[in-house]
């Protein structure tokens, strides 16, 4: 159990398109997932906390209006980075936290390696 | 000012023998503190956590750590490495001013020789 996915695994784009990233909870219901950013050889960032059915609450220093943070539903969550360009280039993590849950035990997607040419 | 501290960037240990990976967090109030394994180009896989209750704490794998209070240490340990428990490893705290966050170390790659 506690199994989350993210789509796609690996994406390469041109500077100033857009590029949407999933992540599903595919066998529990997540209330809280968050977004982190792994630079090499780097800890992991938490850039966002998005909470099913409200606005995500972003960590100090991530511009919102570049990250666009999608919580539609209790098992999906989308990472929107708009107008990407070559400094964007990073690998994405998202983790969920299951509905209920009584301390912070987070499960981790297998990440999202953006590349930005 | 909370924090987690993997003093080591890398550990190099042979295989079959034990493997010690540091971690010392600061950190207000009684800490819940978790030990996640990343592979190359994978997320991060949760190995184990200490809440509350016995100081030793067993998770996957064969490995286990141990929670000491007064050092304020959370060490994780296997008394035999294999060499494909080569990864880099992770210590987290939960924040106690947001119980939603989790604070990170730097990570420490282990390097298990054959």
């Known amino acids: 159990g506690a199994v989350v996915s993210q789509h796609p695994s690996r994406v390469i784009c041109k500077s100033g398109t857009s590029v949407k990233i999933e992540c599903r909870s595919l066998?529990?219901?997540?209330?809280?997932m968050f977004w982190y950013r792994q630079f090499p050889k780097k800890s992991l960032m938490l850039m966002a906390t998005?909470?099913?059915?409200?606005?995500?609450?972003?960590e100090q220093g991530v511009e919102k209006d570049k990250f666009l943070i999608n919580h539609a539903s209790l098992t999906l969550s989308t990472l929107t980075v708009t107008s990407a360009h070559p400094e964007d280039s990073s690998f994405y993590i998202c983790?969920?936290?299951?509905?209920?849950?009584?301390?912070?035990?987070?499960?981790f997607g297998p990440g999202t390696r953006l590349t930005v040419l | 000012a909370q924090s987690v501290a993997q003093p080591e960037d890398q550990v190099n240990v042979a295989e079959g023998n034990p493997l010690t990976v540091k971690c010392t967090y600061s950190?207000?109030?009684?800490?819940?503190l978790f030990w996640y394994v990343q592979y190359p180009n994978r997320g991060l896989q949760f190995l184990l956590k200490?809440?509350?209750?016995?100081?030793l704490v067993k998770g996957s794998y064969g490995f286990e750590a141990e929670f000491n209070k007064s050092q304020t240490s959370f060490h994780l340990k296997k008394p035999s490495a294999l060499v494909s428990d080569s990864a880099l490893y992770f210590c987290?705290?939960?924040?106690?001013?947001?119980?939603?966050?989790?604070?990170f170390g730097t990570g420490t790659r282990l390097q298990v020789f054959p």
């Open positions: 983790s969920a936290r299951a509905h209920g849950s009584s301390y912070n035990e987070q499960f």
């Open positions: 066998d529990f219901q997540a209330t809280t």
């Open positions: 998005s909470n099913e059915g409200s606005k995500a609450t972003y």
């Open positions: 950190v207000s109030g009684n800490p819940y």
């Open positions: 200490y809440i509350t209750g016995d100081n």
């Open positions: 987290a705290v939960r924040s106690f001013y947001n119980t939603d966050k989790l604070i």
